[in-house]
């Protein structure tokens, strides 16, 4: 989706974000966007136990992505994920690509929050989110996108499995690094959270 603001072109994701650490060492942030400006697609921002930074997505998604946010390396994978979040079945994501499988179970909503202008998250939601949750809603990405994270809902990740290439990965944990990737860090709690980003590129 892409609309005019100011003479600015923004663009606008809507969908999820969910994070993870497990106890091998390797932290995962699972994005899931229904509708973005280059249709529905999938990706997964893997730091690894080496401490490299991967992108699993498919080819669009990945240029789309790499655009905003750097990585040491690209694998260019569909990234297919079953959401159940807030239906009447048990609460799950669970996520495929290769050479990565996840199924994660959500808990119960923590948090619902009410749609609000962009300014309010760049200046007081930004700061409840840093105080609380050490996130930041508003800010430059390291190629210079400005971006608006508009939080709609926020659950806990209570548990999972994932397995790297057959390799069980142990179970859910605390992500205990920063994943370094763009202007914020997801929680240390592992979390589930419905949001709608908005993108505006430099001149």
Do not use: C
Not at 46 to 74: N, Q, V
Not at 114 to 126: F, H, L
């Amino acid at each position: 989706m892409v609309s005019r603001s100011n003479d600015h072109t923004i663009e606008t994701l809507r969908g999820s974000i969910t994070s993870a650490g497990f106890a091998a060492g390797h932290q995962f942030v699972i994005g899931h966007w229904p509708i973005s400006p280059i249709g529905r697609f999938a990706d997964i921002m893997w730091h690894g136990a080496d401490g490299s930074k991967t992108l699993i997505a498919s080819a669009d998604a990945a240029e789309y992505i790499t655009d905003i946010y750097p990585f040491d390396d690209r694998i260019d994978a569909e990234v297919s994920v079953i959401d159940t979040v807030g239906g009447r079945s048990e609460n799950r994501l669970v996520v495929e690509s290769e050479p990565l499988t996840l199924s994660l179970t959500i808990g119960r909503l923590v948090v619902p929050f009410p749609p609000r202008p962009r300014w309010i998250t760049a200046t007081i939601e930004r700061w409840a989110s840093r105080a609380l949750l050490g996130v930041n809603t508003h800010g430059l990405s390291p190629t210079g996108v400005e971006e608006w994270y508009r939080t709609a809902s926020v659950r806990r990740v209570v548990g999972g499995r994932a397995s790297l290439r057959g390799v069980d990965l142990g179970t859910v944990v605390d992500l205990d690094r920063p994943m370094d990737v763009g202007f914020s860090e997801p929680p240390r709690q592992p979390t589930h959270v419905r949001l709608r980003v908005d993108v505006r590129r430099p001149d």
